[in-house]
């Protein structure tokens, strides 16, 4: 096989083994549409003062920026180190499979599903919450959507590389993403939190990814709908992850 | 196919390899045989590529596995001592998979089927018992059609039917041509399987020979035991066969070069005292008496665990 048929012959069991498994679904595929059933019913209406938009339209790129988390760092950082643990990559790494193709079809599995989930979140919107989907700002949201699950699916290989057990996977991502979905206002709206805790966020890509995200849904976004600062903060962050995964990532158990 | 000379390997101050030699040719099947932490799975994994050795030279399909590339891996396979299947895919599935990633892969079906596993070639990896999982492992280490295959502990913790079904398999890749290194602790499956075993203790190389040959170097000692007849002492014995006796509650056992004549002495005297011989054997010693002997010494030394 050539080197990108080889490439689509791993995402394509990557696809498979995902879809196959009811666990990974619901928590990659299902929560963040239950999220967006919840937050949008019950905000719907309420006005987000300083933003000048209704609830509905806030929480479509905020539970965008939570599904394209889930699909990309939380799935690779709590996947790797169970395969690593079950002596899965061990077994892979002996095979004339190249390394790179490895991490190949994993990032295009994690992209595919965020491209699924925005699209799956951006009907509902429109056709449960009456959300403009954006048309002018659609380039500024397809750039940022690739941008953001590029960097944080490196931030997942990083992750999975200092994570020494499958069991302690789940506990570190979570302690890691949760805390900041609510201190970056995926959870509650911006206009909730002290600007202090805002400052603080915004040290992490969560903060800056679901601004450009909120930029391009934004009806009152005038311009493309480019945040080329916030992304460059989501793209430095993907380097560092991937520096860190370059450097650390094993394919071998921790005994 | 493999050559190894004077390799070792140490974490921090313990020596877990100390300092072997191993020849192994094309379309054999070579065992590697030891007990647990005897240093068996550090060398399999320094051959495999997997593991820095820390001293002597290596060569596998000639090249050093330090230095192994993709071409190389093209040419072996492995069945890794715990490496657990995907359990979302089928085993025609996994095999497909990893059929992708060879230049030029066995049949997936007839893979499958080679290694038993036709009927359930469509059924998650999940459902299938241990066995069956373990001849999935050979059929992924086979399908890139490897001159070369390393099968670490294949076996461990199956039932006496599985094990029986894996050396199937195993047996079968002789006639495919396949060279085979085979580590286990168990002896009957070096017996079983084997052209030649090298038996492994405390990281050193105590013995190798081809099956019959480790069994024949002590063939000279045969042991004859029986239990102590009802009303005898030790004292009552013909003296040919107290001397050098080992006598304990559970009976009498002495080891001699020819049994012949001590037999004669010992079933006349038996006759005259009208007492029977309860129990009586007359046993050559098995590989595993062997294996035992060779290792045993360095159990009582405390050799550390497997380190892995």
Known sequence: MTGRALVRHQFRFDQKIFWRNPAA???????????????????KDNEISGLDVKGATYYVPAIITLAVISAT????????P????????????????PPATFVAGRVGNSLVISVIMVA????????????????????????????????????????????????????????????????????IPQNEIPDGVLNFADAFPIRHFFEAMFTAWDPNTTGSGFELGHLAVVVAWGLLGLAIAIR???WEPRR | MISVRGLRKSYGDFEAVRGIDLEVDAGEIFAFLGPNGAGKTTTVEILEGYRERSGGEVSVLGIDPQAADRGWRQRVGFVLQESRLVPELTPRETVEQFAGYYASPRDVDETVRLVGLGEKADVRTAKLSGGQQRRLDVALALIGDPELLFLDEPTTGF????????????????????????????????????????IISAGRIVATG????????????TEISFRMPAGVGAADLPDAVRVGARIDAGGVSVGVDDPVPLLRELTTWATQRGVGLPGLQVRRPSLEDVYLELTEGARADGAGEDRK
């Open chain 1, 25 to 43: 679904v619901f928590f990659t595929a299902l929560l963040p549409l239950i999220f967006l059933f919840m937050l949008a019913t019950l905000f």
């Open chain 1, 73 to 80: 760092t939380v799935k690779l950082a709590t996947n790797l």
């Open chain 1, 82 to 97: 169970a395969e690593r643990e079950a002596g899965q990559l061990k077994r892979v790494r002996g095979t004339p499979l």
């Open chain 1, 120 to 187: 799956l979140i951006s009907v509902v919107g429109a056709l449960v919450y009456g959300v403009t989907i954006p048309t002018h700002t659609m380039p500024a949201m397809l750039v940022t959507l690739a941008v953001g699950a590029f960097s944080f699916s490196c931030l997942g290989f990083a992750l999975a590389a200092v994570i020494p057990t499958a069991e302690a996977a789940p506990a570190v991502t979570n302690a890691t993403v949760l805390p900041l979905y609510f201190l970056s206002g995926v959870f």
């Open chain 1, 248 to 250: 650390l990532f094993r």
């Open chain 2, 159 to 198: 039932d006496p039917s599985a094990r029986r079904q894996a050396w199937e398999v195993i047996g079968g890749l002789r006639r495919l041509g396949k060279t085979v290194f085979l580590t286990t602790h168990y002896m009957e499956e070096a017996q079983a399987l084997a052209d030649r075993v090298a």
């Open chain 2, 210 to 221: 081809s099956p019959e040959e480790l069994g024949g170097e002590q063939e000279s000692r």
